[in-house]
């Protein structure tokens, strides 16, 4: 888990421009932004660095203990909804100091008394930031939020980018400087999948907290939340993400955001563990999510949950798995794990299986070893020919990671069959120990 002096929660009424912040800190539009209360339901993570310190915003969910009427109507229940407060705390509890965002021109309000009845249990160190302040006016408002007992305030324009350098300087002011977190060590594991196949489930297990608000309604997680850990002696992000629904039935503005924040997730992450529901069966929606990952060139782990409700007998295993591989051919590389998130079946299994899997992801092979494995494959069976024209193979070499691509430079790359490419990325990857990650083999041509 991260330190909790590199925390920063980031917390306030609803609608008052949290997540707008965010954005503004991260510099990336990575929390999604709407005009109405409700939208950002979980916590999640972003770095920042400023002046050489670095640290992580958490944006979370509006605070409103009393709300039983705006969130309902954004088909909310009463269970997500007290499970958005719980998030709130808990990002206070886990983080070093907070950034309380209020509306510089609304002005003071009542719920923001209830955040400072909320602060004053946990003692932290609190920076409002009085957003939407216009440069342009006399602020008056500003001087309303002085008696609810912030540590210091900043007037900010989330929009503009207004006052943001100055909530910045006060939020490393205390900290020490150091080097950044070398991202290219930090693996970074995506939980996938359609809609109520238990993804959050999974996170939580893993984690062994309740992180994200988990419920039986299809949805329920929107953004894609972004959660350092440290596990099995890596640093690791852990991504869970919306359930990706068939394009038909998206019925909600924020959920189209949600599927591209999903999709983004997916295109970013190095490990994907793609959940699918094991008493339901694998079903189209899958395969896309499955064809989204493979597409992206992005490792995989085949995470078949809830298998502590499936009947067993005779080569129930065998047949599951069996299926999964026919109706996921194309992805051939990926690895398995059958578990159940609920009683924690096997779950120790998933981490060590994605660490796996991104280890061969990002895994450098030099050019002998290539070129002697190469000569060892191509012994096994004749080249093929065309037109009086054989094929001939001069010399192998890797181009790149994250997917391990190759440059195979041949005499002809017309001659070159299909079938003689799947033999040498098959051979490859058991030469080489390159199990769950999709390999990138390009023909070039030279005589």
């Not at 503005?253 to 994907?272: G, P």
């Not at 896309?288 to 809830?306: F, P, Q, S, T």
């Not at 899997?357 to 191509?378: C, F, P, S, V, Y």
Request: proline share 4%; aromatic share 6%.
């Amino acid at each position: 888990m991260i330190s909790r002096t590199q925390l920063v929660a980031i917390i306030g009424r609803p609608n008052v421009g949290k997540s707008a912040l965010f954005n503004r800190l991260t510099g990336r539009g990575s929390a999604i932004v709407e005009d109405r209360p409700g939208v950002t339901r979980d916590r999640h993570f972003g770095k920042v660095e400023w002046t050489g310190r670095h640290f992580w915003a958490v944006d979370t969910g509006g605070f409103d203990p009393d709300d039983d009427g705006e969130l309902s109507q954004a088909q909310t229940s009463q269970a997500i909804r007290l499970g958005m407060q719980r998030q709130v705390r808990l990002a206070i509890e886990e983080s070093s100091q907070v950034v309380w965002v209020v509306d510089g021109k609304a002005g003071l309000h009542p719920l923001d008394e209830a955040v400072a009845r909320l602060l004053r249990e946990y003692k932290k160190p609190v920076i409002m930031a009085v957003n939407k302040s216009d440069e342009n006016s006399d602020n008056d408002n500003q001087y309303d939020f002085s008696s609810l007992g912030a540590d210091l305030m900043v007037p900010i324009s989330a929009l503009h980018g207004r006052g943001v350098d100055d909530l910045l300087e006060a939020i490393v002011k205390d900290m020490p400087q150091q080097r950044g977190d070398d991202d290219d060590k930090t693996l970074r594991i995506a939980i996938v999948g359609r809609p109520n196949v238990g993804k959050s489930s999974i996170l939580n297990a893993l984690l062994k907290e309740e992180r994200n608000i988990v419920s039986d309604t299809p949805g329920t997680t929107r953004d894609a939340v972004d959660t350092p850990i440290k596990a099995h002696g890596r640093d690791l992000v852990l991504v869970d993400t919306a359930g990706l629904r068939a394009k038909g039935k998206v019925i909600d503005e924020v959920e189209k955001y949600s599927a591209l924040r999903s999709i983004r997730a997916i295109e970013n992450c190095h490990v994907a563990l793609l959940v699918i529901d094991a008493y339901e069966g694998v079903n189209e929606q899958d395969e896309r999510v499955a064809g989204l990952v493979h597409e992206a060139g992005r490792a995989c782990v085949i995470v078949v949950n809830k298998w502590d409700l499936v009947d067993k007998s005779d080569g129930t295993y065998e047949k599951c798995l069996a299926n999964i591989r026919e109706r996921f051919k194309f992805m051939d590389y990926a690895l398995t794990a059958f578990i159940s998130a609920k009683s924690q079946q096997r779950l120790g299994d998933l981490l060590p299986l994605a660490i796996q899997a991104g280890d061969a992801h990002d895994k450098r092979i030099t050019t002998g070893k290539l070129n002697r494995a190469l000569e060892e494959i191509l012994s096994d069976a004749p080249l093929p020919t065309r037109h009086k024209r054989t094929l001939k193979v001069l010399y192998l070499a890797q181009v790149g990671v994250r997917p391990p691509s190759f440059a195979l430079f041949v005499n002809d790359p017309k001659l070159m069959h299909f079938s003689t490419q799947r033999r040498i990325k098959k051979q490859l990857r058991e030469k080489f120990d390159l199990p769950g990650t999709p390999l990138i083999l390009m023909l070039r041509k030279r005589e």
